[in-house]
């Protein structure tokens, strides 16, 4: 059934009603999402990635139970729960720093980013695994780091601050959205030619759906994503085999045994899975379940039930993040928080999408459950940064109105 409303100014005669417009609808659900401040959804945030990081450490210490020796399962566990503890103190720090404590150093952070993805081509430095460059060696560490996910961090800081300091001239092609948007793609270039496309696209996403929030034209934002995204995949599809090999996959038109394994996976374990560290494809059939397929080992060893979990907890997560962002005033702190909750949120469902069939076959980890350092101590990053935009923001709040802690009731 259609819902109405009754029009401001209506006649004596009766109501003017109308139906309910989708921007509409999309406005009410907007009013209904932001709170009086930021404080709540930002702890609720916090506590579901705390919930994400405890589930994947458990799911970590499982998968290394049955494909690890006794040794190297005890030095997993552990290197899990230290990559996690990190994680967690990543949070807090950048909550402390925010995006208005990077905001000066933008320019150096761009900079630095940019030789980063270069240095994934310098022997000695850069690090190759399964024909792609996308590694930089940390000196002393005998630890690697994707310099990707890092510039999807500094980039979206940066366009908002791009976005915020141009203001009404961001309206402006030549003067004003057209230089932010060929440097977003000359970014998104380095990392395409890595070779990562799909790393490439979600940078891509990330960037233009910040420029668009934060003030650029509809078609000058989405326009360039459909453009450089279409011309990107066909690139892909004609001068890369195995870009082809995936979309064809994805279509139909071929089989990979690693994806329709996936499939099986996760829809063999039923309601309650067949039990944490009982699954079977994880040593006949799924490389990299730990990692780019873990979704698939959630729906076999926890079945639906884990499945929902999981779900429930990103969707908690998306929930949270649109609070959060709808309850910053200042502009800069709002756009940086947008964007870097997306990036963690669209990479969760990309995952999702992969390993239901629902997308192309590609490596993306799930943040926060997920093997691999890089990926959860930048989801973490980006998550603190977005919490330290809310801790400003009721900063700011308490200032104006002369009380610490924001509140002028007595109790």
Not at 35 to 46: D, H, K, N
Not at 274 to 296: E, K, M, W
Not at 352 to 374: C, E, H, I, R, Y
Request: aromatic fraction near 10%; hydrophobic fraction near 50%; glycine fraction near 10%.
């Amino acid at each position: 059934m259609a819902r109405f409303r009754r029009r401001a100014g209506a006649t004596p005669a009766g109501p003017v009603e109308h139906q309910l417009t989708i921007f509409e609808k999309l406005e009410t659900f907007a009013r209904r999402a932001e709170a009086p401040s930021p404080a709540r959804p930002a702890l609720r945030l916090f506590l579901c990635v705390l919930a994400l990081m405890a589930l994947g450490l458990v799911l970590q210490a499982s998968h290394a139970s049955t494909t690890l020796d006794p040794a190297a399962y005890r030095s997993e566990v552990v290197q899990q729960t230290i990559y996690r503890l990190l994680g967690i103190g990543a949070i807090l720090f950048f909550a402390r720093v925010g995006p208005q404590g990077l905001r000066r150093f933008l320019p150096a952070l761009v900079v630095l980013v940019v030789v980063a993805l270069f240095c994934v081509w310098v022997p000695g430095v850069g690090e190759a695994r399964n024909g792609s460059a996308r590694w930089v060696l940390i000196p002393g560490l005998n630890r690697t780091f994707q310099p990707s996910e890092l510039a999807r961090i500094v980039m979206v800081l940066w366009v908002a601050d791009r976005c915020t300091r141009l203001g009404p001239r961001l309206l402006d092609l030549r003067r004003g959205v057209g230089p932010v948007l060929a440097t977003g793609l000359f970014v998104m270039a380095l990392i395409g030619a890595e070779t990562d496309l799909g790393g490439a696209l979600l940078f891509f996403l990330c960037f233009v759906s910040t420029l668009y929030i934060g003030g650029a034209r509809f078609w000058h934002s989405a326009g360039s994503a459909i453009t450089v995204g279409g011309t990107a995949l066909l690139v892909g599809v004609t001068f890369f085999d195995y870009i082809r090999r995936r979309v064809e996959v994805f279509l139909g038109v071929s089989d990979n045994a690693q994806a329709s394994d996936a499939v099986r996976a996760l829809g063999s374990g039923e309601w309650f899975g067949v039990g944490l560290g009982q699954g079977a494809f994880r040593n006949t059939g799924i490389p990299y379940q730990d990692s780019d397929y873990i979704f698939a080992m959630i729906g076999e060893e926890l079945g639906l039930a884990g499945t929902l979990l999981t779900l429930g907890l990103i969707s908690a997560f998306v929930w949270f993040s649109l609070r959060l962002v709808l309850t910053i005033r200042d502009r800069y702190l709002a756009l940086s928080a947008f964007g870097l909750l997306l990036s963690v949120s669209v990479q969760a469902m990309l995952h999702m999408q992969v390993v239901t069939g629902l997308a192309p076959p590609k490596g993306m980890t799930l943040p926060f459950l997920s093997d691999g350092g890089t990926s959860l101590i930048v989801s973490s990053v980006a998550v603190g940064l977005a919490l330290g935009a809310a801790r400003r923001q009721d900063e700011d709040a308490a200032a104006e109105t002369g009380s610490p802690d924001g509140d002028l009731s007595p109790d």
